[in-house]
């Protein structure tokens, strides 16, 4: 149920929603604490407990109001809540990022092409002295950009417009990061207008999704860039090249974006010449882009496909196989092939189970199946996600996609090391290593099993008898 409503489940599912993201706003006027990174000045002026209270009450009053506005519908209509996601985009872009740093690393990295350094083999470590390289936090200081190259020359500019300052460049970055997320929320309800419940549930999905701006606007990361491109060439696939040219840009703004290209490819897979043109258009824009940047701009890229976040059941996964086999080996190699062999056995229910196989529902199992497979996850890689299922029907897939994402926010309470107080590494030392995979993995195993559920009771369902003659 996705629908405008105005009962007391309802109200207060849109209620807290807007609650969440007052409070994230608030998180960001309150400036440097443990959740916010200073951008220069004084390293903090709020209690670490208050902030990280701050945060949880956003995370937990978010996760309550995306349910229930999914389950129970909404009290405010589409067109309110693209309005209301837009004005806090446009609003936290203004404010301090918050919720992790990674904001600072994307500085660096334009600060280091404006001063003729490599980022792809160049941390921050390597301008010492430097004022917009000087404010990146541990344990990211020795670290090469694992971006791609239009993700690099995004940062580059902001960088030659905000040369020495460091608030300057943040702001670039962050202008660009609001107007793709709430160009994508535009997109996304110009696509579903003419059917007044799929539009409020791309509303609920994205724009007025109070953990995506958590996560992708006021935590200001680079994936609201690529998941714009994304949902732009899915939009614009009747035009190949176009839509070739819009998913090589987001390929080349990060990688794993360009999984949901597939969705796409199996619509045209018995137009070849059209699937040519796209696919040929879009292999260029990537090709050329990473021949400008050099072939160092791979190297990162490889050796970060191999990590395994602490939060990932992959984790404990490995925790085990350690434990039983040996601590010789960190067992990425068969983690890597237990994750990919999961990512296809979960597309392929999904996929069995989808009514419709046009190019909006395969792309949006694959980003799901991904985001749920994959050993190194984050909260913000959920937007892909968020943003292909918005454009594909409704299902239960939107359910388990939210509490994937309640539980990686939670985990992930702020996602910084530096200026967190010693008696709160419980909530790193148990909400992100030990409950969270646990979690994950029962939503894993349930999003398979209501998937292989319904395309068996899809099997059974009779089919309508053929007309007399």
């Given amino acids: 149920m996705t629908s405008q409503s105005r009962t007391p489940g309802a109200v207060a599912s849109t209620a807290a929603s807007v609650l969440s993201v007052l409070l994230t706003i608030v998180i960001g006027l309150l400036g440097p604490s443990a959740v916010v990174p200073a951008l220069g000045g004084p390293s903090a002026g709020v209690s670490p407990h208050l902030a990280v209270g701050l945060a949880a009450a956003a995370i937990v009053l978010g996760g309550l109001g995306l349910l229930g506005g999914l389950v129970l519908g909404s009290r405010a209509g589409a067109r309110a809540l693209v309005a209301f996601g837009g004005t806090a985009a446009a609003v936290l872009a203004f404010l301090p990022p918050s919720g992790s740093a990674d904001h600072l690393n994307y500085a660096a990295y ?3 092409v404006t001063l003729g350094l490599n980022p792809y083999t160049h941390g921050a470590a390597d301008l010492p002295g430097d004022p917009i390289a000087a404010a990146v936090e541990a344990p990211w200081r020795e670290e090469a950009s694992v971006y791609g190259p239009v993700a690099t020359a995004v940062q580059a500019l902001a960088s030659w417009i905000g040369g020495d300052s460091l608030r300057v460049t943040i702001l670039v970055l962050a202008l660009v990061n609001a107007a793709a997320f709430a160009g994508t929320g535009l997109l996304l309800d110009r696509f579903t207008r003419d059917d007044p419940a799929r539009r409020l549930r791309a509303a609920l999905l994205w724009t007025a999704n109070p953990l995506l701006i958590y996560q ?25 090249a176009g839509s070739g040219a819009l998913l090589g840009l987001g390929v080349a703004v990060k990688l794993n974006a360009g999984l949901v290209a597939l969705g796409p490819a199996w619509e045209l897979r018995r137009r070849p010449g059209r699937l040519a043109v796209m696919a040929g258009v879009a292999v260029a824009v990537v090709a050329a882009g990473y021949a400008l940047a050099g ?6 890229v490889t050796r970060t496909s191999k990590a395994v976040a602490h939060a990932s059941f992959w984790k404990s996964f490995q925790g085990f196989l350690q434990s039983v086999v040996g601590v010789g080996s960190a067992y990425r190699a068969e ?4 994750s990919v062999l999961v990512l296809v056995l979960l597309a392929w229910v999904m996929f069995r189970a989808l009514p419709e196989r046009d190019a909006l529902a395969v792309a949006a ?7 749920f497979a994959t050993p190194y996850i984050l909260p913000w890689y959920d937007g892909l996600a968020f943003a292909m299922l918005a454009l594909a029907g409704a299902s239960a897939v939107d359910r388990f996609a939210a509490g994937h994402l309640i539980v990686l926010s939670l985990a992930y309470l702020p996602a910084r090391v530096e200026m967190q107080p010693l008696d709160l590494e419980w909530l790193r030392l148990v909400v992100r290593q030990q409950v969270a995979p646990w979690a994950l993995l029962a939503l894993t195993l349930g999003l398979a099993g209501w998937a292989w559920t319904t395309a068996a009771r899809a099997r059974r369902r009779p089919r309508p008898a053929a007309p007399r003659p």
């Fill in 110 to 112: 334009g600060r280091m």
């Fill in 216 to 240: 992708l606007v006021a935590g200001m990361h680079i994936d609201t860039l690529a998941i714009a491109c994304m949902v732009a060439a899915l939009l614009a696939r009747g035009r190949p």
């Fill in 295 to 300: 072939p160092a701009a791979l190297g990162p």
């Fill in 335 to 338: 983690i890597q092939i237990g």
């Fill in 365 to 371: 199992v694959l980003a799901v199946a991904y985001v």
